[in-house]
């Protein structure tokens, strides 16, 4: 008897959270010491599977670079491990003496974690490093397309987990994701806290689940090249970032927005690093295969190499090309270069000066990008500070590779996989997500100041009205008399009516 995919899906994923749930109520009990050998354990077992996994991934997907994948793996890994091995994350985290108070760690429970296609075995270290190390169980849903990667780099995880004395169950996944299962796990009961990397309508979808979630944005990544820059340096460095694992991180740079001063000398470095420059008939060739509705991206050519992306649009070019760019002067979700791509492919803009350069990567932005990062070659600081201040990005990276310095391969940024977008992009955060992002801190607070509380400077009671606001019986009396008929109603009765009347006013 066959049973229906989607009720399997499910039904491990109920496992898991099961599972995942009972044994992080015993993690939580575990001292810092405990915590922190178990997450040296997996960081250690992922860097030594970093390249079988990056060939994993490769394979499995037909997405990125092998050697690539490979760095990613270890930034997952080893330096994501760097960044919080140091962290506090149980019981006292900071104490002030002076102002008596105390500050408390204490974990979410179950994190829902969504691995993407485009980093599959990377984000699945980076998230399950982050959630160990603040007592949290973790149940990973891979996309459909990498799972036999990302389940082997959690079984990875696992073995690492349980072998330095985690319990059994801490660690998650579903074998055969699908999309009725990641939206129940995003739903179920126990599950206490969603991370969420993949499209737009996952994140909205996690953050839209009525659980505290981290989710983040798509990236539209202008780089600008100031007419100050180094521009030999700067090509290369753009070239290398927008090729690195085949365009698949998001926070790689998209667009080249180039001054007019020194565009002939950008073109002439950009074509001795590899790049083919599209004329006329090549790039609307090229526009059909990038998005052949427009508005949206083809997802064949997501993390393919510029070679193959040219033979799909039927056009011939060098077998060393290394990226293809157009181009051009238009900004909008039916001009196919002016999107994200996740590939190979550039667009390359011309400004007059700095305000036209501003313009054009706030409209590239706006078109898929706010919050996200802004890439900046310049040798002048007030130009840096000037769109550090100015650009709606919540990270901008100057004279280094956006892809990865962005994640904090070559930057002081948290290494991260997982990219907050904050309030330009609807996202939570604006930060690069790390262990932080998965504790509560609770505070214990004594009292210090002395608030003296003034009382009223008058009580007020309505049997003590001033004599102004005391009513005039005789008045009311007499008032009754005259509409009372004395011939048909008796005294008792006036007399009954009048005491009725002072008491209102009483």
């Not at 340096?233 to 753009?238: F, G, L, N, P």
């Not at 609770?442 to 608030?451: E, F």
Request: hydrophobic share 35%; with cysteine.
């Amino acid at each position: 008897m066959e049973f229906d995919q989607d009720l399997q899906s499910i039904q491990q994923m109920r496992e898991a959270v099961r599972r995942a749930d009972e044994a992080q109520k015993k993690y939580e009990t575990f001292t810092q010491e405990q915590v922190d050998r178990i997450v040296k354990s997996v960081a250690d077992a992922a860097y030594r599977e970093s390249q079988r996994l990056a060939e994993m991934a490769v394979e499995e997907t037909g997405m990125g670079v092998v050697e690539h994948k490979l760095i990613k793996n270890q930034v997952g890994s080893r330096d994501v491990y760097e960044s919080i091995k140091d962290k506090k994350t149980v019981g006292v985290i900071h104490e002030d003496k002076q102002n008596q108070l105390t500050e408390f760690a204490y974990p979410y429970g179950v994190v829902a974690a969504i691995i993407p296609t485009t980093n599959p075995t990377s984000t699945a270290f980076f998230k399950t490093l982050i959630a160990l190390k603040t007592r949290n169980a973790i149940v990973v849903s891979p996309h459909p397309s990498a799972k036999k990667c990302t389940v082997e780099a959690m079984k990875v995880c696992k073995e690492a987990a349980i072998a330095a004395g985690a319990p059994e169950g801490i660690i998650g996944w579903i074998s055969q994701p699908s999309m009725p299962a990641t939206t129940e796990l995003m739903h179920h009961r126990d599950v206490d806290l969603i991370l969420a990397t993949g499209g737009g309508g996952l994140v909205r979808a996690a953050y839209s689940s009525g659980k505290p979630a981290y989710g983040v944005g798509p990236g539209n990544v202008p780089v600008y090249m100031e007419k100050s820059c180094n521009v030999k340096e700067a090509a290369r460095m753009i070239v290398d970032s927008k090729t690195f694992d085949n365009g698949t991180i998001c926070a790689t740079e998209q667009a080249i927005v180039v001054d007019q001063n020194i565009k002939e000398m950008t073109i002439r470095e950009l074509k001795n690093n590899g790049a083919y420059f599209l004329n006329p008939e090549e790039k609307k060739k090229m526009e059909d295969v990038i998005s052949p509705i427009r508005g949206k991206l083809n997802p064949k050519i997501v993390g393919r190499p510029a070679v193959k992306i040219a033979e799909m649009a039927g056009i011939e070019v060098p077998g060393d090309t290394r990226l293809l760019i157009a181009e051009e002067d238009q900004i909008g979700k039916k001009v196919p270069f002016s999107i994200e791509k996740l590939s190979a492919i550039f667009a390359l803009y011309t400004s007059k000066d700095i305000s036209e350069a501003k313009e054009i990567c706030r409209d590239l932005l706006d078109l898929g990008g706010r919050g996200h990062t802004l890439s900046l070659h310049t040798n002048d600081d007030q130009v840096a500070r000037m769109f550090g201040q100015e650009m709606p990005v919540s990270r901008l990276v100057v004279n280094t590779m956006s892809s990865i310095g962005a994640v904090g391969a070559t930057t002081a940024l948290k290494a991260s996989m997982t990219l907050g977008c904050g309030s330009y992009g609807g996202n939570i955060t604006s930060d690069n997500i790390t262990a932080k992002h998965l504790l509560n801190i609770k505070r214990l607070a004594y009292g210090i100041k002395d608030v003296e509380i003034p009382k009223p400077s008058k009580t007020y009671d309505r049997r003590e009205k001033s004599s102004e606001e005391k009513p005039d019986i005789e008045m009311i009396v007499s008032k009754v008399m005259k509409k009372v008929d004395s011939k048909q109603v008796d005294t008792k009765t006036v007399s009954a009516i009048v005491d009725r009347v002072i008491k209102q006013y009483q």
